[in-house]
């Protein structure tokens, strides 16, 4: 059995939908849900399913993120992950942390990479006119949504989309894909998804 942790910042809808596939002749199973916010509704909705948590503020540590990053991997390494899933983790990671856990370590990405890595992609698929939309789940790479794409789910942008409609439409797409992928690549195969 392949042990799974989750990193989250916010509300944690993509890590409700990973915990929830984790069952039965799944290859995984979810061990840690960590948060850079002590505050994350999702911590919450973790428990709730009955998932260890742990979080560890980012705030005190600054510009510090080696010590926040050292900080993380208290709780992270203590629950020994083969996999982790970053799933709306708004912390940006250095190199090194990457390199720990190189090749085991996917992101969920609201947009079709590579167009778009960063911040606010439904906006600027707006602003492009653009006829599609997505998101993407990769490994993550010392790169900003960058490394290798393993799934991608595509969504029509409708005629008076704003940007949270055009959000909710991929983030329920978000939840099909990312329990796709990890079942996958939990079992070692890692052939992209596409839906
Ligand atoms: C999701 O849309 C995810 O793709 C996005 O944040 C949201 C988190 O929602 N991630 C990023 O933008 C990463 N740069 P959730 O907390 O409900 O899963």
Redesign the pocket.
């Known amino acids: 059995m392949r042990r799974v942790a989750i990193l989250?910042s916010?509300?944690?809808?993509?890590?409700v939908a990973l915990v929830k596939s984790m069952t039965g002749d799944h290859p995984a199973r979810a061990v840690l849900v960590l948060s850079n916010d002590p505050g994350a509704a999702?911590l919450a909705k973790a428990r709730d399913l009955g998932v260890a948590t742990a979080a560890v503020d980012h705030r005190p540590f600054g510009a510090d993120r080696a010590g926040f990053e050292a900080a993380l991997l208290v709780p992270l390494l203590a629950a020994a992950p083969d996999i982790l899933c970053l799933?709306?983790f708004?912390r940006m990671l250095t190199p090194d942390f990457v390199d720990r856990f190189r090749g085991r370590m996917l992101?969920?990405?609201?947009s079709l990479l590579p167009k778009y890595p960063g911040?606010h992609?439904h906006a600027r698929a707006l602003a492009a006119g653009d006829a599609e939309a997505g998101?993407t789940v990769h490994e993550v790479t010392a790169e900003l949504d960058a490394g290798p794409i393993l799934g991608q789910a595509r969504v029509p942008v409708l005629p008076g989309d704003s940007e949270a409609t055009l959000?909710a439409r991929?983030?329920a797409q978000?939840h099909r894909l990312y329990p796709a992928v990890l079942r996958r690549v939990a079992a070692g195969d890692r052939r992209p998804v596409f839906l």
């Open positions: 989250i916010g509300g944690g809808s993509n890590m999702g799933a709306g708004m992101n969920i990405h609201p911040l992609t998101c959000a991929v983030l978000e």
